[in-house]
């Protein structure tokens, strides 16, 4: 079995190398959503009546022409979606030694978070 030493001052590399950029996107995705989790229950405190109209008021309100609310929770969602993408596929990479096995969750886990954000999208922007 042949060994892999270092010559001079080259080291190996191996590895996926996303730490530093993951964390600091994860960091900056979970202050998207707790910022939007402040504004949205300002909102509801703020709110008359938490019936369908005064939900659905939260979620579509409009400043100067913009649609803000939808914009607001689209940008909190997708935030979501990348956050999750981060951990689970850290999660596989750690615990799902078979790389077969490891490619499928991943692909799995692309296409279900895909398609909660393309269901969310339908849903909010149909308001």
Do not use: C
Not at 35 to 63: C, E, K, P
Not at 68 to 92: E, N
Request: hydrophobic fraction near 55%; charged fraction near 15%; proline fraction near 2%.
């Amino acid at each position: 079995m042949a060994t892999q030493e270092r010559i001079g001052t080259r080291r190996l590399v191996v590895g996926a190398h996303y730490g530093s950029r993951d964390f600091l996107i994860q960091r900056m995705t979970a202050i998207i959503m707790a910022v939007y989790t402040l504004i949205l229950l300002i909102g509801a405190v703020f709110t008359s009546s938490l019936d369908f109209n005064g939900w659905r008021h939260l979620f579509t309100f409009h400043f100067i022409g913009i649609p803000l609310g939808q914009l607001l929770a689209t940008l909190a969602f997708l935030s979501l979606a990348w956050h999750a993408w981060i951990g689970v596929r850290d999660i596989w990479m750690d615990y799902a030694k078979p790389t077969g096995v490891r490619l499928l969750l991943e692909v799995l886990t692309v296409l279900w978070l895909a398609g909660s954000v393309i269901f969310f999208a339908k849903i909010l922007w149909s308001l």
